[in-house]
Every structure is written in structure tokens, then in C-alpha cells.
């Protein structure tokens, strides 16, 4: 479900993730604005990019867990990791975990602005120094954290090893080796917990800004990203 609000003043446009049952009728504007005002859950603190749902089925909390993704076409199973981490060291510790990627990475911009709920756009660059790549990455902080529609994609030009920061803040880690990535988040104080939940698994709101449109646009031409 999509809200878009016409103000003087640009306001955010919400997404409703996957529903599961009743109860997940959208509620007054009031109950949307108390709801979208809360970014803190305990020592969790969210970005301003995605809320949990109304009935807070999953409630946000910081750790990794080891995971596998498996290819629907071929059956392979690629080893990852799946990371939830407080808004105040996410950016760092995304950036730290770009290092065992090498020198030079290939990006992957990814946006929903101008789709539904369902789709995206991939805007690709190869061939990228990562030290370039990283000090580019800072001027667009905001964006890359507080904007629901957009995500990056960090690879290895040659082997299969990846880091995503996802729309919903998430940190997503394949390789066929987790360990050096694992040992940057247990440096960074994020704990292991292969039983933890996921924003993402449960009914959420994606928040974004007219604003971020025009800065993913900014950063899409700074890295030459087709």
C-alpha cells in the first residue's frame, strides 16, 4: 500500500510491507505520525528509512545471524549473513565490512522511487576504486540511511562476495568465507544471534522524501552509475 501526500512542505511517502492476517488496517493520521516519531526500541535505534508495522510483530533489535541464499535456477547455496545494527555505528560498520571485498569493487545503486511496492532499478558501475567509492559514500550518509527507497549493493569484480545495505537498513553479507565479516561486527559490538527476527520479516512501513529523489540522482552521476 502506498501513501503520497501533497503539501507546501514535501512530507514522507509510506510503504506498507507484506501483511500477514487482520489487523493491519491502516490507522488516522495521528496513529501514523505517533507511530513514525518512534526510532527507538530499547538500546535499537532505527534510521528514519522503515518502521515496524502497527501491531509490532517483530520488535527491531541489534545483532547478525548466519544465513544461506540459495539460487532458484542452479541449487547453489551461497553462505551469508544477515546483520541489524543501531543507526549510530550502521553507516561505519558498513563501510568496514567493504574491506575484504579488495581494492576495487563494482556498485550497484538500487532504487524504488518511481516503482510500487514490488519493484526497483538497478543503476550499475564497474570497476570502482572502493577508497573512492567510500569517500563519495560519505557526503550521501543521509541518504544511504534514512531513505526507504534506496539500497547499495558493494561485489568483488571477480568472486562471488558481496555487501548489501538494503531499503530496510539491513546489512546483508555473501561470501563463501563469513568469518572476516563476521570478526568486523563482533569488533564492532553487534552480537551473533542466529535466532533473531528481522524488520523485514514482518508487516513495516518504508518512509522516504521528495528530497532523496534528487540526492540518489546526485550520487548516481557522481559514481557513473548506469
Known amino acids: 500500500m502506498r501513501f503520497i ?21 491502516v490507522p488516522d493520521r495521528a496513529s501514523i505520525e ?26 527491531p533489535e541489534e545483532g547478525y545471524r548466519f544465513d544461506a541464499y540459495s539460487d532458484p535456477r542452479t541449487g547453489t547455496r551461497l553462505p551469508a549473513i544477515v546483520a541489524s545494527v ?15 571485498l579488495g581494492d576495487v569493487c563494482d556498485v550497484v545503486l538500487e532504487t524504488s522511487h518511481s516503482s ?21 559514500l560519505w557526503d550521501f550518509e543521509e541518504l544511504l540511511l534514512d531513505d ?3 539500497g547499495i549493493a558493494v561485489m568483488h569484480p571477480e568472486l562471488p562476495m558481496e555487501v548489501q545495505l ?10 563463501p568465507s563469513r568469518s572476516p565479516f563476521a570478526a568486523i ?5 553487534v552480537p551473533r544471534n542466529d535466532s533473531i527476527r528481522f524488520i523485514s520479516q514482518g508487516e513495516h512501513l518504508h518512509t522516504s522524501h521528495s528530497r532523496f529523489v534528487r ?3 546526485e550520487l548516481q552521476t557522481l559514481l557513473g552509475a548506469e
Open 34 to 59: 505517533r507511530h513514525l516519531a518512534r526510532c527507538r526500541y530499547g538500546r535499537f535505534t532505527l534510521t528514519g528509512a522503515i518502521r515496524p508495522g502497527w501491531r509490532l510483530d517483530i520488535t
Open 185 to 189: 561486527l563482533d569488533s564492532v559490538g
Open 215 to 217: 540526492r540518489f540522482e
Open 116 to 136: 510500487d511496492v514490488s519493484g526497483h532499478g538497478d543503476h550499475v558501475r564497474e570497476g570502482m576504486e572502493r577508497l573512492v567509492l567510500e569517500s563519495t
Open 5 to 25: 501526500e501533497e503539501a507546501p512542505q514535501p512530507r514522507p511517502i509510506l510503504y506498507q510491507g507484506p501483511t500477514s492476517g487482520p489487523g493491519s488496517a
Open 148 to 150: 526507504g527507497c534506496t
Open 166 to 175: 538494503d531499503e530496510h537498513k539491513l546489512i546483508v553479507v555473501y561470501a
Open 86 to 100: 543501531s543507526s549510530e555505528r550502521l553507516f561505519d560498520a558498513f563501510l568496514s565490512l567493504l574491506e575484504p
